[in-house]
């Protein structure tokens, strides 16, 4: 999803990331508005259709380790994996 919003204009990666039915395009709406209401608190712009996405990436975060017993007194590992969503957004054209 990350790659499918990248160097699209604001509005687009919105209305894709809107009416897409994954999983991860609801977080990924949630960190392109929030990256476009701290552009318009740093830079003062309003003006949606000035701004587009210049990259989007999605890496591994942390990964939390906990064990659950397994057969035979044994004990299996739960990874519960997370990642880190980086948007960056811009109002010039490259």
Same mark, same amino acid.
């Given at each position: 999803?990350?790659?499918?919003?990248?160097?699209?204009? =604001?509005?687009?990666?919105?209305?894709? =990331?809107?009416?897409?039915?994954?999983?991860?395009?609801?977080?990924?709406?949630?960190?392109?508005?929030?990256?476009?209401?701290?552009?318009?608190?740093?830079?003062?712009?309003?003006?949606?259709?000035?701004?587009?996405?210049?990259?989007?990436?999605?890496?591994?975060?942390?990964?939390?380790?906990?064990?659950?017993?397994?057969?035979?007194?044994?004990?299996?590992?739960?990874?519960?994996?997370?990642?880190?969503?980086?948007?960056?957004?811009?109002?010039?054209?490259?």
């Amino acid at each position: 999803m990350a790659r499918l919003i990248a160097r699209m204009p =604001l509005p687009a990666a919105l209305d894709t =990331l809107r009416v897409n039915n994954r999983r991860a395009a609801k977080f990924l709406e949630k960190v392109v508005k929030s990256a476009w209401a701290n552009a318009i608190e740093s830079g003062g712009r309003l003006n949606e259709e000035e701004f587009f996405v210049k990259s989007a990436s999605v890496d591994s975060g942390p990964t939390i380790k906990r064990w659950r017993p397994g057969d035979r007194g044994r004990m299996r590992p739960i990874r519960k994996r997370s990642c880190h969503i980086t948007v960056v957004l811009s109002d010039q054209g490259d």
